[in-house]
């Protein structure tokens, strides 16, 4: 259990408004649409028609959102996902095969432990998931194939899609199912949504497991008819195992190039399956150059356990390969085994000398593993907290060149235990700690940053949701070990964490449990989807997600650097020793409505804030509500509409405010209402200068705020209190401690005491020498 943030709604396909209405159109039965979606025909000419007329996504998504015909084209990203069992696994013999009919006479239904025999027809396009018309052996009927979470960066509006799927692949579809991806959805495919259901066949892998099978139709021949362009899936007796591994291989070297990763492994993966026999030079040269292009995709998508293997295997044939010495170090660092990897580079320098001349890259990430040994100093924490343009929903500055290279994944005094608070695990502190100690610096298990001008194009055909969850699987599906990391994550109340790192399910792509995952424990950073100044940067942090909720009994707070993808866990009150690590998944201040984590999350908060919220008398509730409606503020505008007689009235609202919970006045929420706020800071104490009846107001407000996770709003309400007690010249001791609360804020949100600059009082720092005071001290 641990997200940080309730997740709000994901942004994905524009809405557009209802079309006029036109000409009534007959919806068909399901049956004839089975019929219409199963013809060779109709399937051929609806993707010939996607692969012609879908080059510009912007123009599809303007011309065709909302008509019926948009509906029939495209096959949505689907709304139900199979759980993984020991069923699914499957045995690749001809008895498991199922053909066409059988798909539709279990429609809907997922055959476990089957498999679907099949090849394209089409050309293949991208619309939301990679599509294309296949066939099966009788060659009779023809489907849609619609796969999800596969080809990760291919784009829609790209027409040549012959290394992402060419035109006559064979591959098996395990556990098929044929159906709608979405009760609305207009057509019926084959929807696949994991990509470990889903292999390409060599003719080679075709002779071995199936040697006495044929397809029943033409292929070649009515695909170049149709297409007018060569059969890229075409193998021939005269070419020999060399010359085809180097095709496959200049495949994947192509997808590595346009940055599909998943595409160049399938394709270095088939390439491999030609070099298996052979020992000429030549052919250990291809497998070397194979095998180490193979690992730099796995390490493009952070699966270091698999590459490992790559580069071992090329170094047992090559021990001075330079790419495969590289990316062998590169691996290590990424598991996170900083001592061997720069061991490794060690040696590998000593002896081969002229590696120093033949590769920077090596020299590089040589001096770069030192810093990854320590713990993040003051430059990073300062870099990684630099907050967002004030006023403005514009990412964060992008950190200086080649720190992000100089982060480690980083645990403080904190180690794993049953929780208190929820089910599964939680952080407790193993020793006592001061504010500001860091306890994480986590690199995330998948995610996602776009910038302002990049989120059209990519919401056209993604949400970043369905994004994260089809990075966590190709994960997993590379490099089976990641699993027993994400699988220990919350994952609602139907879906328990895993614990038993030996359970075969720990190794299983479970596209079911990772969008829960997903759902439970993503972290969200972005404004407006429809915003030009807002980026988008979210994901999942395993070490981050194992802290728990409370509302306001939380003792750490959480940020991410927009770009960079990195979160610092960072306590803001002191913990002692054995204490549970909390944090706020959502803003404390809202309302009890908003932060109905029974519905949402599948737990109870029993924080003292939640006990008491759940305790209040409804009429109590409606009193509170009804008094700030009461007030002279204008909540959308932000503006207070002053006049002496008003001001007068709120005051007494205010004062009838801070009773509402006088025994707990740290828990009184509604004092924080931005209207009072707004009378304490704007008009008592700017306008009127009546700075005796701020103070008190504007203190009620920090003793809630106190409670809060370390936001922006804390060093602007601490800030006024200090500006105010100045200007009341009250005595140097009051002074000092509001000085080092201010120093504690700017440094919990922005990292350094010069964000006092960007505060509404900004000349604090020359008031306080009047005073003896120096803000900027050596400790900063």
């Not at 209802?18 to 993707?47: C, Y």
């Not at 969008?515 to 988008?536: F, H, M, P, Q």
Request: charged letters at 25%.
């Amino acid at each position: 259990m641990g997200p940080k943030k309730m997740k709000p709604p994901q942004p994905g396909q524009k809405t557009k408004g209802a079309e006029p209405p036109g000409p009534s159109v007959a919806v068909p039965s399901e049956q004839e649409s089975i019929l219409h979606d199963t013809s060779r025909e109709n399937v051929i000419s609806v993707m010939n028609r996607i692969h012609r007329e879908v080059i510009d996504p912007r123009k599809f998504d303007q011309d065709g959102s909302g008509s019926k015909e948009r509906d029939f084209m495209v096959l949505q990203y689907p709304d139900d996902h199979a759980v993984y069992d020991a069923a699914m696994e499957v045995e690749m013999i001809i008895e498991n095969c199922v053909n066409m009919d059988a798909l539709v006479e279990n429609m809907g239904q997922v055959l476990a432990g089957r498999f679907l025999l099949c090849r394209t027809i089409t050309l293949s396009s991208k619309l939301v998931g990679v599509d294309a018309g296949v066939e099966d052996l009788e060659g009779e009927k023809a489907m849609r194939l619609a796969l999800f979470n596969y080809s990760m960066e291919a784009k829609m509006g790209i027409t040549n899609f012959e290394t992402v799927l060419p035109l006559g692949t064979v591959m098996i579809v395990k556990n098929p199912v044929f159906k709608k991806p979405t009760p609305e959805s207009g057509s019926f495919g084959l929807i696949v949504d994991n990509p470990a259901d889903v292999e390409l066949l060599s003719p080679k892998r075709m002779e071995e497991l199936f040697p006495d099978v044929c397809w029943k139709s033409d292929l070649p021949v009515e695909s170049r008819a149709l297409f007018n362009s060569p059969l890229f899936w075409e193998f021939f007796s005269t070419q020999s195992d060399f010359e085809i591994a180097t095709k496959l291989k200049n495949v994947g070297n192509r997808a590595f190039v346009e940055n599909r990763s998943t595409d160049a492994i399938r394709f270095y993966n088939l390439a491999l399956e030609y070099l298996s026999d052979m020992e000429q030079d030549d052919a250990y040269i291809l497998l070397m150059d194979i095998l180490s292009n193979k690992a730099a995709a796995l390490i493009k998508l952070e699966c270091f356990n698999p590459a490992l293997i790559c580069t071992g295997k090329v170094l047992e044939i090559n021990n001075a390969h330079v790419k495969a010495i590289y990316r062998h170090a590169k691996a290590l660092v990424g598991l996170g085994r900083y001592v061997e990897g720069g061991e490794f580079v060690d040696k590998k320098l000593s002896e081969y000398p002229s590696l120093e001349e033949e590769s920077k890259d090596i020299l590089k990430l040589r001096s770069q593993i030192p810093d990854l040994l320590k713990p993040p100093g003051k430059d990073i924490i300062r870099a990684l907290r630099n907050p967002r343009p004030r006023g403005t929903d514009r990412p964060q500055p992008d950190l200086p060149d080649g720190m992000v290279d100089r982060i480690s994944e980083f645990r403080g005094p904190v180690e794993l235990g049953e929780s208190i608070v929820g089910d599964g695990e939680g952080l407790f502190a193993t020793e006592d700690l001061e504010t500001g100690t860091i306890l994480l610096v986590c690199k995330p298990f998948a995610a996602l940053y776009l910038r302002p001008e990049e989120k059209e194009a990519f919401l056209l055909s993604m949400s970043t949701h369905e994004h994260l969850v089809g990075v966590m699987a190709n994960k997993i599906w590379l490099d089976p070990a990641l699993g027993r990391d994400l699988y220990k994550l919350w994952a609602g109340p139907d879906l328990k964490p895993l614990t038993d790192d030996e359970d075969l399910e720990m190794s299983k792509v479970d596209i079911a449990r990772i969008t829960k995952i997903c759902d439970y424990n993503i972290t969200i950073s972005y404004g407006d989807a429809e915003d030009e100044e807002s980026c988008i940067s979210d994901g999942i942090w395993l070490p981050s997600a194992k802290i728990n909720h409370s509302c306001v009994d939380a003792n750490v707070t959480l940020c991410h650097h927009d770009s960079a993808l990195v979160t610092l866990v960072t306590t803001f009150k002191q913990v002692k020793k054995g204490e549970e690590i909390l944090t706020s998944y959502s803003d404390p201040l809202n309302p009890m409505s908003s932060k109905n984590y029974v519905e949402t999350h599948g737990f109870l908060c029993k924080c003292r804030l939640c006990e008491l919220d759940r305790s209040e008398n409804p009429a109590d509730i409606a009193h509170k509500d009804k008094l700030l409606k009461s007030m002279a503020y204008d909540n959308d505008t932000n503006v207070y509409k002053y006049h002496p007689l008003m001001l007068a009235r709120d005051l007494r609202t205010i004062a009838q405010v801070e009773r509402l919970r006088a025994a707990t006045p740290d828990l009184n929420l509604a004092i924080t209402y931005s209207g009072i706020y707004t009378i304490a800071s704007t008009v008592l104490f700017g306008n009127l200068r009546r700075y005796s009846v701020a103070l008190p107001i504007l203190e009620k407000i920090y003793a809630v705020y106190l409670n809060v996770p370390t936001n922006h709003n804390h060093a602007q309400i601490t800030g006024t209190i200090l500006m105010c007690c100045v200007k009341m010249k009250k005595e140097k001791a009051v002074l000092e401690k509001w000085t080092e609360e201010l120093r504690k804020n700017c440094r919990l949100y922005a990292g350094s005491l010069r964000h006092v600059r960007a505060l509404e009082h900004f000349t604090l720092p020359e008031e306080l020498k009047k005073f003896g005071i120096e803000f900027f001290n050596e400790t900063d």
